[in-house]
């Protein structure tokens, strides 16, 4: 018997499967003799009731899910990381997902994540109000946002990053360098708010930061080709430095400079969003604005376990985090 | 009414819970009219049953759980996506873990997957059969290891990579640009089987490859200390060249390399294991043993379905990938 369940029980206290099974929920009609001939028949089989069959009558399962868009992405894979640690050390376990920017996807996810009674989820969604968050948020889930907000779900705590201070520092840099064109490299496909935010916050604060500069702006999708066609057109503009909003869209950007021989930090300078490893490791090493992934984990845990706690008729909290420059040799003075 | 119970379901129809759930489980004896009268209720008022409560019932909840040692680790970040992307195509959800290369954070994970009675897992294991993997086992939930094996546990099914092509062929090519005092850096401490495989075969490899030469074998940890610790001790021993057992290691020990400038490709040639982006991105690019992540990931799902439709009475399977050599610039001719 490698694991006894309530017929073993049923059939060792001479009772039936029901009455095992409304016994040990504390429910249906009995004696007191067969309440307690089965319990003490329960507890000498060393019965240990099945977790899932435990978490429908109690509220908590010290499970949490986390969905991400993409654990190829360093950046969410650093996340992640930060918050099943933190998670663990608070008594949960984690079930991670990730859908590869796909709405359907995601919306899948979701829903097996209510199928598992889950005790709430923290979540990177991507685009809007979708069915699958609109469930969650029906089915009142604990549930925190992260890294990007969700138009209309003003109900949910969420955590993210502020573009600006780490954007105007690295604007007020590269003026110092010489640089007064600079590129912008959007990535409007990914439907991702915090992604446009910075495209947004760029655009208000170069003519803040650099007024007798010029910002220019290309869009690119996830394809080598999309990101070729991008860099042609911001060399096309004689931009002396690029910001990239997307670190993959860097990380190909960087490739593609390195294959034409345009040296960089010298002919071009590069700072990308995401403080990810790769960007440390390569030579020169790339400037990041830091959204401090980890901080950023730290604090969605401690929000959702502050709403699995409190119920999520309370207020919903929001932390903004700001940005932090981190200047490396990817900058250099501008070549006129 | 957000969402439709067992209990709205019997106020409307006048019976009581239990008729209710006997009869939408077809149990209990009930009238013809009873059981229609129920079914139909439950068919007007739009009832769901609730997914763990089917997945009680039925043998398939269509959810698989994966299990890495670190998804920081983008060796590891690529093989879950390729198996979240191949589970998924086939109606699959993935519910992910990762353990941070602890047996105690592994096998808590491995309870928890049990009590959502999931259909199957993918375990990228730690060490040997631990405590967590003996349940897995012992409750004949069906299971393939991936990447590592476990001494032992010889009815569960594995794709491991065979390092030795790679190897082979990695100091084939550094004989031929004149290396003949060859560093090798395992990494014992990570307790992983197909770690310690790699420094099994580099030892027997550099006799019959390199018939003059010699084999310098350190070891290290996670620590950057333990890592340029291991550095000094194969630059004493004159080595020319390095290969790495494990990438985490050889990224701490480049960025060493440039912090001291030493000339990578140059003053040193260095070879990793595992085929990550940021190999691919760095100046020289990295030289690396790859185990083909996706092909893996790909395999280890086919497995797992077949022996979901199996069951896990059925032989184990196993599969060894080829390891193969991607030469980059990394590598340069031996300095004397």
Redesign the interface.
């Known amino acids: 018997m ?2 006894v369940t309530i017929r073993d029980i049923a059939q060792e206290a001479g009772v039936s499967v029901t009455a095992v099974s409304q016994i040990l929920h504390d429910k249906g009609r009995f004696s007191e003799q067969t309440r307690e001939l089965v319990r003490q028949t329960a507890e000498r089989l060393g019965y240990v009731p ?4 435990r ?2 009558r109690s509220a908590s ?1 010290q ?1 949490v899910g986390l969905l991400v868009p ?3 992405n ?1 950046y969410f ?2 996340m ?2 930060s918050m ?2 933190e998670l ?1 050390r608070r008594g949960f ?6 859908y ?1 920017e796909r709405v359907d ?1 995601q919306d ?2 979701l829903r ?1 994540l ?4 889950i005790d709430g989820a923290i979540v990177v969604p991507q685009g809007g109000l979708s069915q699958g968050l609109q469930l969650l948020i ?2 009142k889930l604990p549930l925190v946002f992260v890294d990007r907000l969700v138009p209309g779900a003003d109900n949910v705590p969420f955590v993210v990053s502020d573009p600006r201070p780490g954007l105007e520092e690295a604007l007020d840099q590269l003026a110092k360098l010489g640089h007064r064109v600079i590129g912008f490299v959007a990535h409007s496909a990914l439907g991702s708010f915090s992604v446009n935010e910075r495209a947004k916050a760029f655009s208000a604060a170069i003519r803040e930061r650099i007024p007798s500069g010029t910002g220019v702006v290309v869009d690119c999708n996830s394809t080598v080709e999309s990101r070729s066609s991008a860099l042609e057109r911001l060399h096309n503009a004689g931009v002396t430095a690029i910001i990239c909003a997307y670190s993959p869209d860097a ?1 190909t950007m ?2 593609l400079l ?1 294959e034409r021989g345009i040296a960089i930090g010298d002919a071009v300078s590069l700072v990308s969003f995401d403080d990810i ?2 960007f ?4 020169p090493q790339v400037s990041v604005i830091s959204q401090q992934a980890d901080e950023m984990g730290r604090l969605g845990v401690e929000m959702l376990i502050r709403r699995i706690a409190s119920g999520t008729e309370a207020a919903a909290h929001t932390h903004y985090v700001p940005t932090i420059l981190h200047m490396r040799g990817s900058c250099g003075i501008a070549v006129a």
Not at 50 to 53: E, G, L, M, S, V
Request: aromatic share 6%; net charge neutral; proline share 0%.
């Open positions: 490698a694991f099945d977790q899932r069959a978490a429908m399962t499970t993409d654990l190829r360093q894979a650093d992640v990381s099943e640690e663990y376990t984690t079930l991670i997902g990730s590869g996807r899948a996810f097996s209510l199928g598992q009674r029906e089915r990380i960087l490739g390195q490893a790769a440390r490791l390569m030579i």
